[in-house]
């Protein structure tokens, strides 16, 4: 083992590495065949590094397919940590990217090129046949796009902080996810060599009119996957080849799961997770207080590591654990549970009324009022971002006094209160325009009054009238304690981390003139406004 590697694994607090097929340094003797073809079917080849223990016969395979590039840091430091545990490891450059052949379209050629590798891998004299997969975001999603239809099944899968459906996370509520997608955009955009500027210039790309032209304001230059996102955010259909959600009930691989309540994939990985689930199979998922971020990839080459080791070498004790471990927040602590949601779950509604109640009283209770403009947004706090040090839970006092949110707050609460699973909300609301988003934010107040984001959702509204908007929140395991308060805080909008809604009803990636929008959110008998929290009496 490298120094390098050594300090890599001692940082990230990694078991010592020991098989029977070590050096005298404790760890693999791991050679590296770099370059292989791989062929697929319409004649491009796709070129892959084989990481495996010298003078080894033939062996299972571990496969990772990135597009970020085999020998990128990240990718390098996953691959590292398994050959150097004795795993046979295969990662390949998908298509259109490193030195693979083709163009990269994101998302849409991962099934029949991962497909392809298959059964190349099998058919290779040092793999005995069986073949894993491991990764983490698109490298997750690379492995949704095979696992369903291998046959074969997979040997074990180890999914970090993915989904095997990425559509919900670019138009979440049908409002397009501005920030996230030209932040990961601009990186496929610069992969070339061309070095991306200061994070600052995409941030500033995030205002630019219309927004389906953001992507040249931030990199120079068009980028294929913002430009499909941003056209197609009136056409789902576009992206139904990606999907494999239909799928996940049917794979029978062996599934170990890392997601984090601030990763942006969270929502789709938790369907994932309940799809395996039901259908009777025995996956496991750990849920952390991190976001798509370093603490999470450490959480993910842990649970990798030993995954992988029940499932390829035989090591019976690694699995035994609760099939859900979840971090309970503002706790502090870890909770071992059976099923997702866990048992002693009780969705209990929490009323907008003249204030937040349990009760239901909403008599005489006016309408709340706020007006949304797209030229001065409301703007975005924390939450599922790709920007470190930006996302999460955030102070959100600055956000509230702002003139164009609606607060409620409930009374102080006299005990502790968790909630631990799905959040949603049904608002019934009236725009002036009949068009606009909703914003639901639910947070934690302290008792020096400080407010905090728990969990929060959107939804594109293009109705007149009053509309009975149900809104998809987050789900989170959260403990609300002794002395503290509920707020629910109600927008327009939530900028840049959704696109601007202009009001006027006009495809997302092209609109530029705006209307204001005014917002009447009703809460009397006839049209009762509330969020539907999972109260945990485990």
């Known amino acids: 083992m490298t120094v390098l590697g050594r300090l890599t694994e001692r940082i990230l607090g990694l078991p010592a590495a020991s098989t029977s097929a070590t050096s005298s340094a404790g760890a693999v003797a791991v050679g590296v065949a770099r370059d292989l073809r791989v062929p697929m079917a319409d004649g491009v080849d796709l070129l892959a ?24 840091a990240l990718v390098r430091v996953l691959v590292g940590v398994l050959a150097r545990r004795g795993f046979q490891v295969v990662v390949q450059d998908v298509r259109g990217t490193g030195g693979s052949g083709g163009d990269f379209r994101a998302f849409h050629d991962e099934r029949a090129d991962g497909l392809a590798t298959l059964a190349w891998l099998r058919a290779q004299p040092w793999c005995d046949g069986r073949v894993a997969t491991a990764g983490a975001s698109y490298l997750g999603f690379a492995q949704w796009a095979l696992a369903p239809y291998a046959d074969p099944p997979l040997a074990a899968m180890g999914l970090g902080v993915t989904a095997s459906e990425m559509v919900g996370s670019f138009y979440p509520g049908g409002a397009l996810s501005l920030h996230n997608t030209l932040v ?8 070339d060599g061309r070095p991306l500027t200061h994070a600052r210039r995409v941030r500033r790309a995030m205002r630019h009119l219309p927004v389906g ?18 056209a197609n955010a009136e056409r ?79 090591d019976a004790a690694a699995p035994r654990r609760a099939p859900v471990r979840l971090h309970l927040q503002g706790a502090g602590r ?11 779950t009780e969705p209990t509604p929490l009323h907008l009324s003249h204030v937040l109640t349990w009760d239901g009283d909403a008599s005489g209770a006016e309408p709340l009022a706020f ?28 956000l509230e006094r702002r003139g164009d949110v609606a607060l ?122 509330s969020l539907l929290l999972p109260v945990w009496r485990g």
């Open 408 to 529: 409620l707050t409930g009374a102080v609460l006299d005990r502790d209160l968790d909630l631990i699973g799905p959040v949603s909300a049904v608002i019934h609301v009236r725009t002036s325009t009949g068009h606009g988003d909703l914003f639901v934010r639910l947070s934690d107040v302290d008792p020096r009054g400080v407010s905090r984001n728990v969990t929060d959702g959107v939804l594109r509204i293009g109705a007149p009238g009053i509309v009975r908007a149900e809104v998809e929140m987050r789900p989170t395991a959260y403990r609300f304690r002794r002395g503290h308060r509920l707020r629910v805080l109600l927008a327009g909008g939530a900028f840049p981390r959704f696109a601007r809604n202009h009001g006027r009803g006009e495809p997302a990636g092209r609109a530029v003139a705006s209307r204001r929008v005014r917002f009447e959110v009703h809460r009397d008998a006839d049209h009762p406004s």
């Open 213 to 230: 032209e953001a992507d040249t304001a931030a990199i120079g230059r068009p980028e294929p996957f913002f430009r499909e996102v941003t």
């Open 371 to 398: 007006t949304y403009d797209a030229l001065d947004p409301t703007p975005s706090v924390g939450g599922p971002l790709l920007a470190p040090g930006r996302g999460g839970q955030r102070d959100n006092t600055r």
């Open 49 to 72: 590094d084989l990481h495996r223990p010298r003078g080894a016969g033939p062996l299972p395979a571990v496969l990772v397919r990135t597009p970020y590039g085999r020998r990128q």
């Open 236 to 314: 789902r259909e576009f992206w139904d080849a990606t999907d494999h959600s239909a799928a996940v009930a049917a794979t029978t691989a062996p599934a170990s799961m890392v997601t984090g309540w601030w990763d942006l994939f969270l929502r789709g990985q938790l369907r994932d997770f309940e799809a395996l689930q039901d259908a009777g199979r025995q996956p496991r998922i750990t849920i952390g207080p991190w976001g798509h971020d370093l603490k999470a990839l450490r959480a993910v080459l842990l649970d990798q590591v030993s995954w992988l080791d029940a499932h390829l070498h035989g």
């Open 184 to 191: 990961w955009s601009s990186l496929m955009g610069t992969r």
């Open 334 to 344: 870890w909770l071992d549970v059976e099923r997702w949601p866990p048992p002693g």
